[in-house]
């Protein structure tokens, strides 16, 4: 099993990046797909996840109207597209997949908000 996340970097107060995270070794569609991130001190925080069945989302409060989760299940990818960002969302940002007691990780990818 494998997630790889890519698409983080540097950016500006009110920027955007686009996320994206490539799965292999698992039934991809079947999987609730979600990102969660990780800035220094604090604890993981899930910010977006998406249900295999109906494609339904849920989201952080602190990111409604600014992030979007969607899955491309032909590509076995999942993205973030995330607009309008604050210096607050700096952090780790980590792809996971999970059914049932099944749940992986991936690596983690930088993002920083900074002027």
């Known amino acids: 099993v494998q997630l790889v996340e890519s698409g983080g970097g540097l950016v500006q107060p009110g920027g955007s990046l686009r996320l994206s995270c490539a799965a292999s070794?698992?039934?991809?569609?079947?999987?609730?797909m979600s990102w969660f991130r990780q800035a220094p001190g604090k604890e993981r925080e899930l910010v977006a996840r998406i249900f295999s069945s109906t494609g339904s989302t849920d989201y952080a409060d602190s990111v409604k109207g600014r992030f979007t989760i969607s899955r491309d299940n032909a590509k076995n990818t999942v993205y973030l597209q995330m607009n309008s960002l604050k210096f607050e969302d700096t952090a780790v940002y980590y792809c996971?997949?999970?059914?049932?007691?099944?749940?992986?990780w991936g690596q983690g990818t930088q993002v920083t908000v900074s002027s």
């Open positions: 070794g698992f039934t991809f569609s079947t999987y609730v």
């Open positions: 996971n997949a999970q059914l049932f007691r099944l749940n992986y």
